[in-house]
């Protein structure tokens, strides 16, 4: 996917900003509060239908306007597309693909983007809860049912969990039969949830591995292990999981019914990342977690590219920051290739300029909500 042409109107800082960003690197250098962030999320918005900063969309539009516009020019699985989004304090947000108008899903799910940004720390940081959320979104690009499963398996667990607490303040611990009709419906949705990760992350793991290990100059082994309450191993295989994952529910029902809710499932899954065999999340530093959470990024857009017939547009926000100069200049390397990258810093050294492929990339410099192109 290729940017062409970006138009911006009226959000967060932005009056008005016309930008023929380059078919490579994209970078955007300015101090703090400048509106470098501002850029990625209008290319976020564009391409996802929405912000990866906030879900209160009217904070989006410019203090002193009624309504921001957004647009773009652009290139997808070699044909050419414009996007065009108004947001309004008073209307519904409009979305129209080559001037059609269209949903928010039907958006997702034709145009990638893969964000990075501080906050995604809490991809190793937070509860496993965020490693699930990071998982079941980048799934929904390579699985186009994964969405129907996972709602559905949401909605059943609801059920079954409203029913496990009656029977518990009913005392009713012998008519466990009414869960049957549940469990069913439980298990094939959340087989099919498990065999899709497990699917995944076979491909994902070893290109993340493979990844880090440049980054890191081999010197820190990365291990993701995928930690379930069913034991699955790497010959896994639908029907065995749906057996597997019906005996842990019929094992757990005394324990479920006295908690009054399901304990085991993929909603209780979770993943787990070591270093030299020393868990991240206790013992990383915070270059060591970044590092992670970008070679996960750019392990997914290398299985966009095995998977599917066109590479995502990659957002790195403020990147740099905490990683040492080796680890930066691999990552350039890595980014020196076929992705088009939108890249935020608020400082670039001569050194580093030096080292960007010049016919291919941009640097912009950015002053409050003003983008100037810097001759390369
Ligand atoms: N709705 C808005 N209208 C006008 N300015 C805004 C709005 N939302 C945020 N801003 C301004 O945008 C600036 C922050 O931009 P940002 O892109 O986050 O900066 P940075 O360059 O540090 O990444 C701040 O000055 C903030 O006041
Ligand atoms: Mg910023």
Redesign the pocket.
Known sequence: MRIKELFINN???YKSLHIKPKENLNI?I??????????L?AICFLLQGRSFRTSHEK??????SEQSKLKTELKAYNQNYSIDISLSRTKPKIIKINNSTTSKPELATNFGTIVFTPDQLSIIKGSPKERRRFLDLELASFYPQYKYYFVNYQKVLLQRNNLLKELKEKKQADTFDLLELWDNQLISYGAKILMARMEILKKLIPMAQQIHNQITSDKEKLTIRYRSSLNLNSNFREELIYDQFREVILKNRQQDYLKGQTTVGPHRDDLVFLINNKNITDFGSQGQQRTIILTLKFAIINLWSCELNDVPVLLL??VFFELDSKRQKYIFDLLNKDVQVFI?S?GMANTEKNLINIKKNAIFN?RS?LVCEEEL
């Open positions: 959000f967060r800082n955007f300015g101090d703090n509060a400048q509106g470098k962030t501002n850029i999320e904070e989006i539009i410019n203090f002193d926000d403020d935020t608020t950015v909500g």
